[in-house]
């Protein structure tokens, strides 16, 4: 849904000309020094960037759902690590909060979150749950007016920066109706972090472990005030992250197409540039086509997303269908580059890297094709 298309474009454009302008320069910077610049942090902070999923009565700019992935397709187009910085406020580390939080959690955590003055982070994950997120290890013991938490959590995006973690924790038996939403600010005794993850690409963006030992908060420090629901909690903020990650994945494809078009043209072969060749063309025209239908898809499931309707299914094909597209779309651009693609100097070199997350997070494209079956037989 779309409230008013011209305060959307001319969001939509100003963010558009930011990435373009701004985050692009940046982008080699970010690679080298594996952090992202704080005077760039602080420009998107203005924009109000922290806060575009965040309901306006709690100081965000309360996008919808087809507003948002407007916002997401210019963000994609730059280095997926900028995204990142704002993408645990917007998504993962707040929403928890926005969907099952008491208004009291609300009040307090999201007008911090929307400026971006703390930062959110979400816990699932651990050493070893990660498909099968309804097994967490992690335990939550009540003592009087506390919890005290036990375990570890792992590849945690965001956490060397967060204030506040919404954690998955086991406070009932076995299964996801044993699981329980809490959010635990950093500075809590007990929590401390590991050291930071190296990966393969996406670097300024920062993953570590996050580990609680005999870790005591408050009891009133749980989601929505009820035990045994932190699973459904996660499993909402998912549904929603899963579009907004399909909108980066279109706005990466957008640009790997371009700086692929930029090189055809440029790249002389056999007497003429290699744009005129067929056989490249082909590739483009394949990648192009690919990039639009993602661009469809996510502009149809987040319609739906915001006329209410049950969103599983559609949330988990978008998912499965554009991070697997802009995968496919950086193979191409690499090799049309040839072995210039192969080279760091190339932007396509480290989108080639950095897309590769996009399958695996927020539920890997196998868990998409599950979830999408189960949708489909359950009918
Ligand atoms: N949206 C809303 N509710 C959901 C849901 C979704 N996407 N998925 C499950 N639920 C609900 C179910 O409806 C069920 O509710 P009831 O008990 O009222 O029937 C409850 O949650 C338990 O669901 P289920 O029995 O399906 O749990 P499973 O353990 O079988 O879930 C999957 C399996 C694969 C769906 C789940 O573990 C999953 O999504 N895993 C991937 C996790 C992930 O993305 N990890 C990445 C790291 S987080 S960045």
Redesign the pocket.
Known sequence: MIRDAEVLNALVEVVRRFARERLLPAEARVEDENTIPPEIIEEMRELGLFGMSIPEDYGGLGLTMEEEVHVAFELGYASPAFRSVIGTNNG?GSQGIIVDGTEEQKQYWLPLMATGEIIGS?A??EPDI??????VKTTARRDGEHYVLNGTKRYI?NAPVADVFTVMARTGGP???GVTAFLVPKDSPGLSLGPIDKKMGQRGTRTCDVIFDNCRIAADSVIGGSEGVG??T???V??R??LHISAVCVGAAERLCDEAVRFARERVQFGKPIAEHQLIQAMLADSSTEAFAGRAMVLEAARQFDRGERL?QQ??SAKLFCSEMVGRVADRAVQIHGGAGYMQEYAVERFYRDVRLFRL????SQ?QQ??IA?EMLNA
């Open positions: 993962i979400f699932l994950t990660g498909s099968d997120a309804g097994s995006t299964g996801a109706a699973f459904k996660a499993m909402k998912l549904n992250g899963r599983i949330a988990a997070y927020e539920g890997t868990i599950i979830i189960r």
